[in-house]
């Protein structure tokens, strides 16, 4: 007698175990879901966070002697504030010139006489290319050219003409 409710202890003991393993696949299950909606967010959020204002942009390119520390998807910037993106770097291999294409707001008219120019945030910052406004009346249409450039400049080579002594 004392065997058979020994049995039914072990047999009550199990199904507690067995509540408390549902429990727990619940438990992982509901956490599971919760990491992949907010893995699932943040994506959105980075694939939003990379378009500029408007939906609607348009393509101009430059050609620089050097476009160092430019890359696709590199900022466009007017003032600080991002417009565009870079889209596309070449070398045009009839002038060893390098090729970027950028895009730009739709909403925001460039003079064609504005300069652009490879700049950094700070002294060991990310590269950008910046729009220098300029005053014409006429603007650049998709698919122009930027006819006024600034090379990106080498710390190195600057601080390599740098003599102490040398007058």
Do not use: C, W
């Not at 991002?82 to 045009?92: C, F, P, Y």
């Not at 006429?138 to 102490?164: C, H, M, W, Y």
């Amino acid at each position: 007698m004392q065997r058979h409710l020994l049995t039914i202890h072990l047999g009550n003991h199990n199904r507690f175990r067995a509540d408390r393993t549902m429990t727990k696949n619940y438990a992982d299950a509901l956490i599971g879901f919760f990491v992949l909606t907010v893995a699932t967010a943040f994506l959105i959020f980075l694939y939003n966070g990379r378009d500029v204002a408007g939906t609607s942009r348009y393509e101009v390119y430059a050609e620089f002697l050097s476009a160092n520390g430019i890359s696709v998807g590199s900022d466009v910037r007017v003032a600080g504030v991002k417009i565009g993106e870079v889209t596309a770097m070449t070398l045009d291999p009839s002038n060893f010139l390098a090729k970027v294409k950028f895009v730009v707001a739709d909403d925001l008219e460039v003079p064609d006489d504005s300069v652009i120019a490879v700049s950094t945030d700070g002294l060991l910052g990310d590269s950008f290319l910046e729009i220098l406004p300029g005053g014409s009346v006429e603007n650049i249409a998709a698919g122009g050219k930027f006819l006024n450039t600034q090379d990106s400049v080498d710390i190195l080579t600057v601080l390599a003409g740098f003599r102490p002594g040398a007058n």
